[in-house]
């Protein structure tokens, strides 16, 4: 399993219909909500995709400002859950929030993800919210 920066139109899409069966087939989210200014290749924010035998398999964003990273869409294709995708998604996300260096990342997190997040090093900084009908968490890692 290896991870690479979204570099192409085509390695965008790959993440974008990771996410379309992730959080739109499988969830309910709004397609149209789902898809925002982020989902192109910019400056402002970074694309990662996981590959496995030379198959996309997970993928994750990361933006930031003021030395905060903003980790979001992270999630991996159903057949591989708990195979480590998801912890490798985060991995990448994190090493290029160090690049950039972010001293801290954030995410919000769906609550039934909280115990992933959480081995990773997250914790907890807000109440359930709500977003998409799905509850959430704030969560937050300092980064060395």
């Known amino acids: ?4 920066e979204v570099e192409t139109i085509e390695q965008l899409n790959e993440a974008l219909a990771i996410r379309i069966k992730v ?4 969830q309910g989210v709004d397609v149209e909500i789902e898809r925002d ?4 290749i910019s400056a402002q924010c970074t694309h990662v995709l996981v590959m496995h035998g030379g198959t996309p398999v997970g993928t994750g964003r990361i933006s ?6 903003k980790i979001q869409r992270v999630c991996a294709l159903q057949q591989v859950r708990g195979t480590g ?3 490798c998604v985060m991995e990448a996300l994190e090493t290029i929030a160090r690049e950039k260096q972010f001293s801290s990342v954030k995410l919000g997190a769906q609550v039934h993800a909280q115990p992933f997040y959480e081995k990773l090093g997250y914790s907890v900084i807000s109440d359930v919210f709500l977003e ?10 300092e980064l060395k």
């Open 1 to 4: 399993m290896n991870w690479m």
């Open 23 to 26: 959080f739109v087939d499988e």
């Open 64 to 69: 930031g400002k003021d030395g905060i990273g």
């Open 132 to 141: 998409e009908n799905i509850p959430h968490v704030t969560m937050q890692k």
């Open 37 to 40: 200014h982020y989902d192109e």
């Open 85 to 87: 995708v998801g912890s």
